[in-house]
């Protein structure tokens, strides 16, 4: 950061995200001059707009330039990793957590040291390891924290190598964490491959993506503690998550991988690189779902057309996004039934290629969409010129040309799961470059079986 060489800067903050300045601030470790811009500018007059930079923004930029530096702002003692930090009942603890802000709202386990040292016990690695300090408020994302939260969270000891590749996968910067907290208030949906989901007893069939299973609910309830206690992304009484409607936090999906060999497609994670039987997680974000999408048939075609039809419906008004960043990763699942009847005549490849050529969107639609969000200046000769979207997107100035709403065919993620009795399936839709798919395979202790045989 430039602020840390002694040069002066100025960050322009609408007023409504002044919390989750003061939160990354102290994240960076680093005072930063602010220049308030009141209210929300996208639903400003040009005349209140220029009103507003002229006699409030601008000279609030002029003092951050020449004035003195801002004073740093103070820093929280927090608890030493490991610390006890309080002896009492079961109600005495729930109180204590939510006071701190340390709960979702829900009962939390108590992080009891026993409860703690049996998740270690399904590790190798070292409790102070870090694998990252991990934005916003900088803390270690570290083995210990994980196992702490993980207790907190619901979760069983055997969880733990997963909910480390888990970890893992958020920490990555491709997945750029930093933004869990952004207005469209996106959720990490964690998917599940290999033996382990049976080993762990996670539900693939009927009821997926439903609370009720432990391994599935408890891992979702994980993830979203994480972001909030060691993240930082709290929401009011506590600041850094400014969703602006947020969803709930997503259960962990497992594929229904007997059924994708059964009818010859890959699973999702050899997809993905990996071979049958590792075992994997892969993170990534969901901004919005379709309706229950159902489909009647004997042909491929039949079930593949209501996909892009329903699909085309739901993701049209977001897909803007996926242009401006020139990545978005749709992924589908797949209802038993549905999947074998497609696989019958198509790979997963023909079904990509279907979707591409079949879900489009106006120029002008995906245009208006992106200057009502916040994208004033979108383009799509520009986003070409930059190199985001192939060139022809911008091919024809016709503001009523159709564009391929899909970027890439192998950017459509495919994964079966669900009800085998029942003709249903769903399109989830990830939030561009926030939270793309991103992989970790699970590393299991030398001695798994016998830990495993032990716990239960």
């Known amino acids: ?261 059964e009818i010859g497609w890959p699973t999702f994670a050899q997809d993905r690189g990996f071979e049958a039987e590792e075992n994997v997680v892969t993170v990534q974000s969901v901004v919005c779902i379709t309706p229950p999408t159902y489909s009647a048939g004997d042909h491929a075609v039949q079930h593949v057309q209501q996909w892009a039809e329903v699909m085309g419906q739901t993701f049209t008004y977001w897909s803007h996004l996926g242009f401006w960043t020139g990545l978005w990763n749709p992924l589908i699942i797949a209802g038993p039934s549905i999947a074998k009847v497609i696989a019958n005549e198509w790979s997963k490849d023909e079904v990509r290629r279907y979707l591409y050529e079949n879900m489009k969107v106006s120029a002008e639609r995906a245009t208006h969409y992106a200057r009502m969000t916040s994208t004033p200046t979108f383009d799509f000769e520009k986003i070409v010129e930059d190199g985001r979207l192939p060139p022809d997107y911008a091919a024809s100035s016709d503001p009523q040309r159709l564009l391929h709403m899909i970027i890439k065919p192998e950017m459509v993620e495919i994964l079966v799961a669900g009800d085998p009795g029942r003709n249903q399936s769903r399109g989830y839709m990830s939030n561009h470059i926030q939270g793309p798919p991103t992989s970790r395979r699970i590393a299991l202790p030398r001695n798994w079986a016998q830990l495993l045989k032990n716990e239960r």
């Open 1 to 261: 950061m430039i602020e840390k060489l002694g040069i002066p800067t100025v960050s322009i903050i609408a007023s409504g995200f002044l919390k989750q300045a003061e939160v990354i601030a102290k994240g960076l470790g680093v005072p930063l001059a602010i220049g308030v811009y009141p209210g929300a500018p996208m639903v400003d007059s040009i005349e209140e707009v220029r009103r507003k930079v002229e006699e409030i923004l601008a000279p609030a930029m002029l003092k951050g330039l020449t004035g003195d530096a801002p004073a740093a702002h103070a820093v929280d003692t927090e608890p030493a990793a490991g610390q006890v930090v309080l002896s009492g009942t079961f109600n005495e603890v729930q109180e204590y957590f939510h006071r701190q802000l340390w709960t979702d709202g829900l009962p939390v386990v108590p992080p009891t040291r026993e409860a703690v040292d049996a998740f270690l016990r399904f590790t190798e690695r070292s409790p102070e390891e870090v694998i990252r300090a991990i934005p916003v408020e900088g803390r270690a994302a570290s083995i210990l924290s994980i196992a702490v939260t993980g207790v907190m969270a619901g979760c069983r000891p055997e969880y733990m190598p997963l909910l480390i590749a888990v970890i893992e996968a958020m920490c990555d910067p491709a997945f750029r964490v930093e933004d869990c907290g952004a207005t469209p208030g996106w959720e990490p949906l964690v998917i599940v491959n290999g033996p382990i989901i049976k080993e762990l007893d996670f539900n693939y069939g009927q009821g997926v993506m439903r609370v009720g299973r432990q391994a599935n609910t408890s891992i979702g309830r994980f993830v979203r503690l994480y972001l909030r206690n060691i993240c930082g992304f709290r929401i009011p009484p506590g600041a850094g998550d400014k969703a602006s409607i947020g969803q709930s936090f997503l259960v962990a999906l497992a594929e229904d991988e007997d059924s994708a060999r």
